[in-house]
């Protein structure tokens, strides 16, 4: 199954930092979208729901998950579905 990841990120954020490591770490490919930029952050909370950084969201055929925060273990689950 196809899926587009977005991570929603902020400067200065050193979760976000880990974030990308981490997905650069699995070669897993990402649209970076800086939430300090209005229509980022618009996206974010209108469309995800989504009120901290980091924020992922694994967009598939079948709708969007979204995970807050870093939680690696919850991360390898999903993404190795996606």
């Given amino acids: 199954m196809a899926s587009r990841i977005l991570l ?3 400067p200065g954020c050193l ?5 990308k490591m981490f997905l650069e770490a699995k070669g897993i490919a990402f649209e970076e979208r800086d939430m300090s930029g209005d229509a980022a952050c618009v996206e974010l909370l209108e ?3 989504g009120r ?3 924020t992922l969201v694994i967009l598939t055929t079948s709708g969007a998950t979204v995970i807050e925060g870093f ?4 991360l390898d689950q999903l993404l190795s579905a996606a």
């Fill in 8 to 10: 929603f990120t902020q």
């Fill in 15 to 19: 979760s976000c930092e880990v974030m």
């Fill in 47 to 49: 469309t995800y729901h």
């Fill in 52 to 54: 901290t950084a980091p």
């Fill in 71 to 74: 939680d690696p273990e919850r």
